[in-house]
């Protein structure tokens, strides 16, 4: 079945940098359009960013504009989340989510703490 494992999440001070990847398989990736969501303790788990299967346009969460990029490879089956000037409010749990045409997939996320 298909498998979406993220990595790269970890603690880091406020106004620092990660780099959270999700690598895909079984799944013919580029006609997919890839996601992150991220759901804070208590919170509901909300949109990030996405990208689509080209990776020709990008869409952001208004909390997120300016300060994360996502890209994607298609050769490597991965995409990525690039988190710069991180805030204490970006704790959360970071999914990578895959989806088309009604098909839908989730990794089990991985976890991001800013804190001092």
């Known amino acids: 079945q298909v498998q979406l494992v993220e990595s790269g999440g970890g603690l880091v001070q406020p106004g620092g940098s990660l780099r959270l990847s999700c690598a895909a398989s079984r799944l013919i990736f580029s006609t997919y359009a890839m996601s992150w969501y991220r759901q804070a303790p208590g919170k509901e788990r909300e949109l990030v960013a996405s990208i689509t299967g080209l990776g020709d346009s990008t869409n952001y969460a208004d909390f997120v504009k300016g300060r994360f990029t996502i890209s994607r490879d298609n050769a490597k089956n991965t995409v990525y989340l690039q988190m710069n000037s991180l805030k204490p409010e970006d704790t959360a749990l970071y999914y990578c989510?895959?989806?088309?045409?009604?098909?839908?997939?989730w990794g089990k996320g991985t976890l991001v703490t800013v804190s001092s």
């Open positions: 989510n895959a989806a088309k045409y009604g098909f839908n997939y």
